[in-house]
């Protein structure tokens, strides 16, 4: 590059191209050794990130997140409550709405489809057994409530002969 000094300053060109236009010689010579240390650089990456990689994987993986936790409680709750597990404030009486609870026992089960592998072995825990007491419960209501229908369909067939 050329230099000049005037007044007792030292004047650098730093253009990275010549008049004619050309690359000047200094420009290429370090494009060359950016290049050299770059390709070094991913090669000493690519032998630590096989390492890394198996080393994060059980780190995100253990990574337990409380909104998540909430919104399967809360989402639990409310399966529970439509079978009947809480009662209605205004009437005292359980309330039993198979059809809702089937709705948030579904939902469940696409989160934790949707998760799979995703979750920290407590939440995956946590959402098996919510789910598992659900679906039994559900399964419960619904054998009760069938035959409480059969038996008021039996005394109707009764009391009309």
């Given at each position: 590059m050329a230099d000049h000094t005037e007044d007792g300053f030292k004047v650098v060109d730093r253009r990275p191209f010549t008049a004619d236009g050309e690359l000047r010689p200094e420009v290429v010579e370090e494009q060359e050794r950016e290049a050299k240390r770059e390709e070094v650089k991913e090669k000493a990456e690519?032998?630590?990130a096989?390492?890394?990689?198996?080393?994060a994987a059980p780190a995100s993986a253990a990574k337990r997140s409380p909104?998540?936790?909430n919104l399967i409680r809360m989402i639990?709750?409310?399966?529970?409550m439509v079978l009947g597990a809480y009662a209605d404030p205004n009437t005292g009486q359980p309330m039993f709405d198979p059809?809702?609870?089937?709705?948030?026992?579904?939902m469940l089960d696409a989160l934790r489809e949707k998760t799979k592998g995703n979750l920290a072995p407590e939440e995956?825990?946590?959402l098996m057994d919510l789910l598992g007491k659900l679906k039994m419960t559900y399964l419960?209501?619904?054998k009760a409530m069938a035959a409480e229908m059969a038996k008021v369909s039996a005394q109707a067939r009764g009391g009309k002969k």
């Open positions: 690519m032998k630590r096989p390492a890394e990689e198996k080393a909104a998540f936790e639990g709750s409310n399966a529970a059809d809702a609870a089937r709705e948030l026992i579904d995956d825990s946590m419960e209501v619904n």
